[in-house]
């Protein structure tokens, strides 16, 4: 017997005893409850921190590994009388294990009235990579192997799809890739009945219509309601000690007219301690509630750079809480939130004006397709010689780099990786950039074995790779596998399916992921996918004339 989605969800509730909280939407550019009460987010950042190194390309600091927190029932059991404490009623979580169990926390939360505010990326190799961005099959199946995983909770306010991916103006081609993320995780939710609220996390910059940060929240914000953000996150530390209403002049004037719900997905200045939490009043009051609905503080647990509120023992028992927990809580217990304007009078959903390209901010409206799994699965299958075989090192990603970079360039004479590149700043997407790093990686090893003449030395790379003896032999045999592969698989926007979880890694390639959660989302492909491949074929039969041989 088929049950409906609304009734599965029913009895997954019940199963783990988790009584419905308040169902929480969006009405015009706020948040409303069930009731017709305005909810603001008064939360707290709720991850223990990982390893931490600066990216060698950009110096912006990001993790290396993670801990998930809603994985840890006896911790959240341990940490709720505290959560109760400072009156929140959300935690933001940075990352899970989707094959993990979550329903002790998942519960407790729930009854404690407190959502979750999860993001969907995984340090490392499970997120879109500012450097060079892409939305591949890898990204789409761990992403959605989180919100499967957690769709039976009544408690999870909205998932993030980026956090911090842009972070200077020279990355904001990393845009189209961040909503056409958050399209493909607003498809599959509504698939499934589920009203939760996609959202992304932003790297504050400098104010003005001009700059970076305002234009990508308007862009984010932009075009259709399958493609804009549901609700906005601005990671702001603007106001530092016992600051004033002018730290956040410029913000509030930038989103006074922003369509979407914002909110601050982070706050809590160190430069000038102690955190005296002055600019809750302020944030949750008259001064920017128009603009703002709340905010989310950071962080319950303790940084290596100084922030955290708490100290847990060492054998993970007890809780110690600090001066700026204190502090935090009296802000936070004397906030009232200001029921207005009404859900009747807060106006329709609409969009905002999609910007124009600038010195500051060049991304393209047309987004990248729906990544496919079919397509490259019979790449895979069909036309390679030779493949990627090291996938359980530790250093996989400075691997997978330094190999395709050397492929790449040894076989650019005919076209090279040119049909695996996507290009966010001019809309341009190649046929096969939906696929993931490593099997991109085999894409071009198997070029460059094949245009070295098949010689077992050129499929060697010290070990990594291995020769596929039922592989195309000839560049007629290759070139026909891919027009076959890009030909046979649909093109368009489609709505993935339900993925078969495994456990996730965070080992693998920079800016992709080597989580191969699923091979189930037999998506959409690129368009015209075929015809680019017959192109690029025909041009190189006339590049080469017909020799495919390296000397």
């Not at 015209?528 to 390296?550: E, N, P, Q």
Request: hydrophobic fraction near 35%; glycine fraction near 10%.
């Amino acid at each position: 017997m088929k049950f409906s989605n609304g009734f599965a969800a029913a009895v997954a509730l019940v199963s783990i005893g988790v009584s419905a909280l308040p169902k929480v939407t969006r009405t015009g550019r706020y948040l409303y409850q069930e009731d017709g009460n305005r909810f603001y987010i008064k939360g707290i950042a709720y991850q223990q921190q990982g390893i931490v190194t600066s990216n060698g390309l950009t110096d912006f600091p990001d993790p290396t590994d993670y801990i998930d927190p809603l994985a840890n029932a006896n911790g959240c059991n341990r940490d709720l009388p505290y959560l109760k404490q400072l009156g929140v009623n959300t935690i933001r979580v940075y990352s899970v294990n989707s094959a993990l169990n979550h329903d002790g926390c998942m519960q407790a939360l729930s009854e404690a009235g407190i959502y979750v505010i999860l993001d969907l990326a995984l340090p490392v190799n499970g997120s879109i990579d500012r450097v060079s961005p892409t939305w591949t099959s890898n990204l789409l199946d761990l992403y959605i192997g989180t919100v499967h995983a957690f769709l039976k909770y009544d408690n999870v306010l909205a998932y993030n799809v980026g956090n911090d991916v842009v972070t200077a103006a020279a990355e904001t081609d990393s845009a189209p890739f961040i909503k056409a993320s958050a399209r493909d995780v607003k498809a599959y939710l509504k698939s499934k009945g589920s009203s939760v609220l996609v959202g992304y996390s932003s790297t504050d910059g400098a104010d003005g219509v001009t700059d970076w940060r305002t234009s990508l929240a308007n862009y984010l914000a932009c075009d259709t309601n399958g493609t804009w953000i549901d609700l906005y996150g601005l990671n702001a530390y603007r106001w530092c000690g016992d600051g004033s209403i002018s730290d956040y002049s410029g913000i509030i004037s930038d989103f006074q007219n922003y369509p979407i719900p914002a909110y601050f997905s982070e706050f809590g200045c160190i430069k000038t301690p102690p955190r005296l939490w002055t600019e809750v009043p302020v944030l949750f009051g008259e001064q920017m509630a128009s603009e703002w609905s709340g905010g989310v503080a950071f962080s319950y647990f303790p940084t290596t750079d100084g922030y955290g509120m708490v100290t847990i023992s060492s054998d993970g028992t007890s809780v110690t809480t600090s001066d700026d927990f204190a502090r935090l809580q009296t802000q936070y217990t004397a906030v009232s939130f200001i029921n207005s304007p009404a859900q009747h009078a807060a106006g329709r959903n609409t969009q905002a004006k999609c910007p124009s390209n600038t010195d500051a901010f060049h991304a393209s409206t047309t987004l990248p397709r729906t990544p496919v799994n079919d397509v490259c699965e019979c790449l895979e299958k069909r036309a390679f010689g030779c493949v990627f075989s090291n996938t359980s090192s530790n250093t996989t990603s400075a691997i997978v780099a330094e190999l395709m970079e050397f492929a790449c360039s040894q076989t650019e004479w005919v076209g090279g990786c040119e049909i695996l590149t996507a290009n966010g700043a001019n809309g341009t997407y190649g046929a096969f950039s939906v696929c993931s790093p490593t099997t991109k990686l085999s894409y071009a090893l198997s070029m460059y074995y094949l245009l070295s003449g098949n010689q077992a030395a050129a499929c060697d790379f010290s070990g990594n790779a291995t020769i596929i003896s039922t592989g195309p032999t000839d560049i007629d045999a290759r070139f026909n596998a891919e027009i076959s592969c890009g030909t046979k698989f649909p093109v368009g926007i489609k709505v993935p399916i339900d993925p078969t979880p495994t456990f996730p890694s965070t080992k693998g390639q920079t800016g992709g992921s080597n989580n191969d959660l699923t091979k189930n989302n037999d998506a959409a492909g690129f368009v015209d996918a075929g015809d680019a491949l017959f192109t690029i074929f025909a041009s190189v039969m006339g590049l080469a004339g017909g020799m495919f041989v390296l000397l």
